[in-house]
């Protein structure tokens, strides 16, 4: 049935597109229409003269010996007598057009709705034409025809005469109107128009010759005549006009943009005074070199690493390789998994198994047999990543049985840090395809460690340390080492007049006392305000443009300016830290962390546990980029890397890592103490500089927060800044700070005591205080005086 039904329906629709006539019948159906149009229009025009002759025919149209005169004989006498006589006389010749066109838009398939247009207005003109005919030659009715004539008859027994005539005037305007589009006043300008001479219309818009009255007119008439003609025949030559339009106003476009190209060209910009100066200095004495200090510091030479006994590199082991490979297969086909492809690459420490499963086996299903595959391989360390982003397998991480160490110094050996354009590069160690990793801490911006006791924490923070040494001058980098062991970092201690920063009273630079390390964030804080500050004036975005522009002797080091090195924080036990200190510790990290990337203050924390209280949400939000050893649980895993598998490592240096999306499985480079000593005493061995490079001196909030104007109780600095604000005559506490190496609150407590012994002005909102000294020797007046 379904069948029957199917095979009728299409004949169906068959019929219904034969209704519609095909293209062929179409062209049959046109041409035969015209052809009729034209035999009608014969027939029309000879009717009008043998109309009487035929007349006496009509009713012989089956008699084939009578003989009508019509050029189409019976059938013309017949029809015409249909259109004309009994229809609508002389306008019937409207009827041999609709059909002539109508032929037309068949034989050419056009679209019928013009057509339509056509016809509607063809039967308005056929009736109007008709009526006016019949009404004005009533004696003469083959002129509107008999349904002119009865019309007529019919509608001046209602109107009257006048009234047909009112009637027949209101068709012609709503013909006029409609159909020809004429306004009043087109009327006008088509009249006026009739007087002119074709020629001096068209001289008409030439500028040149002036015909005297009539220029005025012209003038008014040329836009009424474009209205005119806006419509049907003369479309096209206004297209025309509008594509010259544009063509000129392109050309003369072009001309006016070369000009003005040309006259930029001739601008030529003043110099500064600042940057002629800067030139001037850069040709004397070449651009600024900050390791000029220590022009004779030599970078700690690779011999001072080990081999570890890795030499060579991985030593692959076939056997071990197709035991695993074979493991693989059979569990999973125990669980009705099968392989399509399966690729091993050989690490380090592991081996990624990559696996193309056969069509139609779901991820989930391998990714929930991790434990499974793990028994399987009697190893511990699985860790699946289905799917590997970017590739579309699926990776299976096995460790090696026997693992290479990654030494220090094949990753430092390595082009790819060797010719690393970073501003801080680090060699973490290798990747799960036995390259090189190097990332750039710069871009981090700071760096989140975590695992747990004896992973290899302390070996990745000194491979961090490692690198920077390798790779940046003392006067680039400088680290603050926080150290609550005490005794991890020990070892840097030789290199304090070289790489390290601390603040301007203590004894050690690096930091064991928790006291001490809320001091020293807070002055790294003052240290982010002052450079953020001299950004600011050196109008730069970040550090590494604000260099380049010392370098190019353009900000001057009388003004405050200096080159800045980058600043790396290392915090060896975080947890620790929070536990003791709290709040007071990650405030200020938590400031550093927001803001300092762009003024080169770099963070890297790092901690045993990593639990929620330890890393705070507000730390973690800041620390984009962070490092999992081994943890001992999914839940500390997902605490540092948001998602398990630090919990899957096998320890030893083998660590994840994450900027954002992507973990990376890295073998960290092993650097042991023994090297760390040999570096540090080789550059600690060379001359450096005076002293460590001095933060800014914090004072705590509750150690002077009362304002003192007892001369006995001014601050020590008090007449350094005296002088620091008369020499510069600006009464400001952040140029105390900068000049200084003050703080925040002092420089502010300082500037209170300055008002007070009248040399600078009261406090006048944003604007510099006003300086009442106006120079040294008046300064040296005043303070005797104090003192007498
Ligand atoms: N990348 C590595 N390659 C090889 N072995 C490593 C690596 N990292 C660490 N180890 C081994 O692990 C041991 C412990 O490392 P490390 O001292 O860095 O651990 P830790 O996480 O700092 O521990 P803790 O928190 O107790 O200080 C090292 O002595 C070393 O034998």
């Not at 201690?493 to 601390?502: F, G, P, Q, T």
């Not at 953020?532 to 443009?545: C, G, H």
């Not at 092993?670 to 550059?683: G, L, Q, S």
């Given at each position: 049935?379904?069948?029957?039904?199917?095979?009728?329906?299409?004949?169906?629709?068959?019929?219904?597109?034969?209704?519609?006539?095909?293209?062929?019948?179409?062209?049959?159906?046109?041409?035969?229409?015209?052809?009729?149009?034209?035999?009608?229009?014969?027939?029309?025009?000879?009717?009008?003269?043998?109309?009487?002759?035929?007349?006496?025919?009509?009713?012989?149209?089956?008699?084939?010996?009578?003989?009508?005169?019509?050029?189409?004989?019976?059938?013309?006498?017949?029809?015409?007598?249909?259109?004309?006589?009994?229809?609508?006389?002389?306008?019937?010749?409207?009827?041999?057009?609709?059909?002539?066109?109508?032929?037309?838009?068949?034989?050419?398939?056009?679209?019928?709705?013009?057509?339509?247009?056509?016809?509607?207005?063809?039967?308005?003109?056929?009736?109007?034409?008709?009526?006016?005919?019949?009404?004005?030659?009533?004696?003469?009715?083959?002129?509107?025809?008999?349904?002119?004539?009865?019309?007529?008859?019919?509608?001046?027994?209602?109107?009257?005469?006048?009234?047909?005539?009112?009637?027949?005037?209101?068709?012609?305007?709503?013909?006029?109107?409609?159909?020809?589009?004429?306004?009043?006043?087109?009327?006008?300008?088509?009249?006026?128009?009739?007087?002119?001479?074709?020629?001096?219309?068209?001289?008409?818009?030439?500028?040149?010759?002036?015909?005297?009255?009539?220029?005025?007119?012209?003038?008014?008439?040329?836009?009424?005549?474009?209205?005119?003609?806006?419509?049907?025949?003369?479309?096209?030559?206004?297209?025309?006009?509008?594509?010259?339009?544009?063509?000129?106003?392109?050309?003369?476009?072009?001309?006016?943009?070369?000009?003005?190209?040309?006259?930029?060209?001739?601008?030529?910009?003043?110099?500064?005074?600042?940057?002629?100066?800067?030139?001037?200095?850069?040709?004397?004495?070449?651009?600024?070199?900050?390791?000029?200090?220590?022009?004779?510091?030599?970078?700690?030479?690779?011999?001072?690493?080990?081999?570890?006994?890795?030499?060579?590199?991985i030593?692959i082991?076939?056997?071990e390789l197709?035991?695993n490979k074979?493991?693989i297969?059979?569990?999973?086909?125990?669980?009705?998994?099968?392989?399509?492809q399966i690729k091993a690459t050989i690490g380090p420490t592991v081996t990624l198994y990559e696996i193309v499963?056969?069509?139609?086996?779901?991820?989930?299903?391998?990714?929930?047999?991790?434990?499974?595959i793990?028994?399987?391989l009697?190893a511990?360390g699985i860790r699946i990543i289905a799917p590997i982003p970017g590739k579309?397998t699926i990776g299976i991480e096995v460790p090696n049985?026997?693992?290479?160490?990654?030494?220090?110094?094949?990753?430092?050996?390595?082009?790819?840090?060797?010719?690393?354009?970073?501003?801080?590069?680090?060699?973490?160690?290798k990747t799960i395809s036995n390259e090189?990793?190097?990332?750039?801490?710069?871009?981090?911006?700071?760096?989140?460690?975590?695992?747990?006791?004896?992973?290899?924490?302390?070996?990745?923070?000194?491979?961090?340390?490692?690198?920077?040494?390798?790779?940046?001058?003392?006067?680039?980098?400088?680290?603050?080492?926080?150290?609550?062991?005490?005794?991890?970092?020990?070892?840097?201690?030789?290199?304090?007049?070289?790489?390290?920063?601390?603040?301007?009273?203590?004894?050690?630079?690096?930091?064991?006392?928790?006291?001490?390390?809320?001091?020293?964030?807070?002055?790294?804080?003052?240290?982010?305000?002052?450079?953020?500050?001299?950004?600011?004036?050196?109008?730069?975005?970040?550090?590494?443009?604000?260099?380049?522009?010392?370098?190019?002797?353009?900000?001057?080091?009388?003004?405050?300016?200096?080159?800045?090195?980058?600043?790396?924080?290392?915090?060896?036990?975080?947890?620790?830290?929070?536990?003791?200190?709290?709040?007071?510790?990650?405030?200020?990290?938590?400031?550093?962390?927001?803001?300092?990337?762009?003024?080169?203050?770099?963070?890297?924390?790092?901690?045993?546990?990593?639990?929620?209280?330890?890393?705070?949400?507000?730390?973690?939000?800041?620390?984009?980029?962070?490092?999992?050893?081994?943890?001992?649980?999914?839940?500390?895993?997902?605490?540092?890397?948001?998602?398990?598998g630090?919990?899957q490592l096998i320890?030893?240096?083998d660590?994840l890592?994450?900027?954002?999306?992507?973990v990376t499985r890295l073998q960290?480079?092993?650097?042991?103490?023994?090297?760390?000593?040999?570096?540090?005493?080789?550059?600690?061995?060379?001359?450096?500089?005076?002293?460590?490079?001095?933060?800014?001196?914090?004072?705590?909030?509750?150690?002077?927060?009362?304002?003192?104007?007892?001369?006995?109780?001014?601050?020590?600095?008090?007449?350094?800044?005296?002088?620091?604000?008369?020499?510069?005559?600006?009464?400001?506490?952040?140029?105390?700070?900068?000049?200084?190496?003050?703080?925040?609150?002092?420089?502010?407590?300082?500037?209170?005591?300055?008002?007070?012994?009248?040399?600078?002005?009261?406090?006048?909102?944003?604007?510099?205080?006003?300086?009442?000294?106006?120079?040294?020797?008046?300064?040296?007046?005043?303070?005797?005086?104090?003192?007498?």
């Amino acid at each position: 049935m379904a069948k029957k039904a199917s095979k009728t329906k299409p004949k169906a629709t068959k019929k219904g597109i034969s209704l519609k006539l095909s293209k062929q019948n179409k062209i049959i159906l046109g041409s035969l229409l015209m052809l009729f149009s034209i035999a009608l229009f014969f027939s029309f025009l000879s009717f009008y003269f043998t109309w009487q002759d035929d007349q006496s025919m009509l009713s012989e149209f089956s008699d084939r010996n009578a003989q009508a005169e019509n050029l189409l004989n019976k059938f013309g006498a017949n029809i015409s007598h249909i259109f004309m006589y009994r229809g609508f006389g002389l306008a019937s010749f409207i009827f041999t057009f609709l059909f002539f066109m109508t032929g037309l838009h068949m034989f050419l398939d056009l679209k019928n709705s013009k057509l339509l247009k056509k016809w509607i207005w063809g039967l308005v003109l056929v009736i109007w034409i008709s009526i006016t005919l019949g009404f004005f030659t009533m004696e003469r009715p083959l002129l509107g025809g008999l349904v002119g004539y009865e019309m007529n008859d019919f509608l001046q027994d209602y109107a009257g005469k006048i009234g047909v005539l009112l009637l027949l005037l209101f068709g012609l305007i709503i013909i006029l109107v409609r159909l020809f589009k004429l306004t009043p006043d087109g009327i006008a300008t088509y009249l006026g128009k009739q007087g002119k001479s074709v020629a001096a219309e068209f001289k008409k818009p030439t500028p040149n010759e002036d015909e005297g009255g009539e220029v005025t007119g012209s003038d008014e008439e040329t836009p009424i005549v474009i209205d005119t003609y806006t419509h049907k025949k003369d479309i096209p030559v206004l297209k025309k006009d509008e594509n010259d339009l544009p063509m000129e106003i392109a050309a003369n476009k072009k001309e006016e943009e070369k000009e003005i190209a040309m006259e930029i060209g001739k601008i030529t910009e003043e110099k500064e005074e600042k940057d002629v100066l800067s030139d001037k200095l850069v040709a004397d004495f070449g651009e600024f070199d900050p390791t000029l200090e220590l022009g004779n510091y030599k970078f700690p030479t690779l011999d001072l690493l080990d081999q570890h006994g890795s030499g060579g590199g991985i030593t692959i082991n076939q056997q071990e390789l197709e035991e695993n490979k074979n493991r693989i297969v059979e569990t999973l086909k125990n669980y009705k998994i099968g392989i399509a492809q399966i690729k091993a690459t050989i690490g380090p420490t592991v081996t990624l198994y990559e696996i193309v499963p056969e069509a139609g086996v779901r991820i989930s299903k391998i990714k929930n047999l991790e434990d499974d595959i793990a028994l399987s391989l009697a190893a511990l360390g699985i860790r699946i990543i289905a799917p590997i982003p970017g590739k579309g397998t699926i990776g299976i991480e096995v460790p090696n049985k026997n693992a290479t160490i990654v030494s220090m110094r094949s990753v430092i050996a390595s082009s790819k840090f060797q010719k690393a354009e970073m501003q801080l590069p680090i060699a973490f160690g290798k990747t799960i395809s036995n390259e090189t990793f190097v990332v750039d801490l710069a871009k981090m911006p700071h760096l989140l460690m975590a695992g747990a006791t004896g992973q290899g924490k302390s070996v990745g923070l000194n491979a961090v340390l490692t690198s920077l040494l390798y790779k940046k001058h003392p006067a680039e980098v400088k680290f603050v080492l926080v150290d609550p062991k005490k005794v991890e970092l020990t070892l840097f201690n030789k290199i304090e007049r070289h790489y390290l920063a601390k603040l301007p009273d203590s004894e050690d630079a690096i930091i064991t006392d928790n006291n001490k390390v809320i001091n020293t964030l807070n002055s790294l804080c003052i240290e982010m305000d002052n450079r953020y500050e001299l950004l600011k004036v050196a109008m730069v975005r970040n550090i590494k443009e604000y260099n380049v522009k010392f370098k190019a002797r353009k900000l001057n080091p009388n003004e405050g300016h200096m080159f800045l090195p980058y600043i790396v924080l290392v915090i060896d036990e975080f947890a620790d830290l929070i536990m003791t200190a709290g709040k007071e510790v990650e405030t200020p990290i938590a400031r550093l962390a927001q803001l300092a990337r762009a003024i080169g203050i770099h963070l890297i924390i790092a901690t045993q546990r990593p639990s929620v209280n330890v890393i705070t949400g507000i730390i973690k939000a800041n620390f984009p980029a962070r490092i999992a050893f081994r943890v001992t649980s999914k839940i500390d895993s997902r605490t540092i890397l948001d998602t398990q598998g630090a919990d899957q490592l096998i320890g030893r240096g083998d660590m994840l890592f994450t900027q954002g999306n992507d973990v990376t499985r890295l073998q960290c480079a092993f650097v042991d103490t023994p090297e760390i000593a040999r570096i540090t005493e080789y550059i600690g061995a060379q001359r450096g500089y005076p002293d460590a490079h001095l933060l800014p001196e914090y004072v705590g909030e509750d150690s002077g927060t009362s304002i003192d104007y007892e001369i006995s109780e001014r601050d020590a600095m008090f007449r350094d800044a005296a002088e620091v604000i008369v020499i510069a005559q600006q009464g400001s506490a952040s140029l105390i700070q900068r000049k200084l190496k003050l703080g925040y609150n002092r420089a502010g407590r300082i500037i209170d005591q300055l008002e007070a012994a009248g040399i600078v002005g009261p406090f006048e909102g944003s604007k510099a205080r006003q300086v009442l000294v106006h120079d040294m020797a008046s300064l040296d007046q005043l303070l005797k005086n104090e003192q007498n």
